[in-house]
C-alpha cells in the first residue's frame, strides 16, 4: 500500500516537473548539452566502460540528486580522475567540482535524464561458489534497502546488481574507513561484514549480468 501511494506521488511529481520544464522552455537540446560532458567519464547515456567509473543510467532521479548533494557538499570523497572521451578528454577533474557548478533545476534536469535510460551491466569476471555465498549475505542484511539482488531503482539507494567491481570495492573501502558516510541503519549491517563477506557480495553483484 505504502510502495504503491509512493509510486503515484512519485508520477505526480513527474508530471508536474515535465510542466514547469515546458513553462520553461527547456529544449531536447539544452538536455543533452548538459548531459553530454557526463559521457567523458560515464559512457554514453551513463553506460559506463571504466571499471573504476560507476554505471549511472538507470538509477532513479533522487539518488542521482542525493549524490550530486554529497558531492556539492564533499560530504563524499573527491578524487580526481582523468576524462576518458571526448573533447576534453586528458584533462583532470572531480565530482565535487562538478556538481559545485551546478545549479538545482540543471542537477534535476541530468537526473531525470538518466533515470530515464537503461542500466547496462557489466561483462566481468566473478567466481560462482562466491557469488553463491554473497547472495545469501544480500538476503539476510542488505535485502531491506537493497531488494531484488540490489538491482531496484526504486529503492533510491542506487543499483548493485551489474555494478562495476573495482567501483564497488573502492566504495566498500571508502565506508569502511569512514570517508563516505553511512545511515545509520546501514553502519550495523555493514559493519558486521567481516572482509570474506565484503568479497563475496562483490562477486555476487558482479554475477548479474
Not at 509512493?6 to 511529481?13: G, N, Y
Not at 567491481?165 to 558486521?192: H, I, N, V, W
Amino acid at each position: 500500500m505504502i510502495r504503491n501511494l509512493i509510486k503515484v506521488i512519485s508520477s505526480l511529481c513527474l508530471v508536474i516537473g515535465l510542466t514547469a520544464f515546458t513553462t520553461m522552455n527547456v529544449s531536447a537540446a539544452d538536455v543533452l548539452e548538459l548531459v553530454e560532458p557526463c559521457a567523458g567519464c560515464h559512457g554514453k547515456d551513463g553506460a559506463s566502460t571504466e571499471p573504476d567509473i560507476p554505471t549511472i543510467g538507470g538509477y532513479s532521479a533522487p539518488y542521482i540528486i542525493d549524490t550530486m548533494v554529497a558531492f556539492k557538499g564533499k560530504e563524499r570523497p573527491c578524487e580526481e580522475t582523468e576524462i576518458r572521451t571526448g573533447p576534453k578528454k586528458g584533462e583532470r577533474t572531480d565530482m565535487c567540482t562538478i556538481a559545485k557548478n551546478l545549479s538545482e533545476a540543471d542537477t534535476q534536469l541530468i537526473a531525470d535524464y538518466f533515470a530515464g535510460k537503461p542500466f547496462v551491466r557489466a561483462k566481468q569476471e566473478f567466481d560462482a561458489n562466491k557469488a553463491k555465498a554473497g547472495e545469501k549475505i544480500q538476503e539476510s542484511k542488505c535485502k531491506k534497502c537493497h531488494e531484488n539482488g540490489g538491482s531496484s531503482p526504486e529503492d533510491d539507494a542506487g543499483i548493485l546488481a551489474g555494478q562495476w567491481t573495482p567501483y564497488l570495492k573502492q566504495q566498500f573501502k571508502d565506508y569502511t574507513s569512514g570517508a563516505r558516510p553511512m545511515t545509520k541503519k546501514m553502519q550495523k549491517k555493514f559493519e558486521s561484514l567481516d572482509d570474506t563477506e565484503k568479497e563475496n557480495l562483490l562477486h555476487y553483484f558482479a554475477s548479474f549480468q
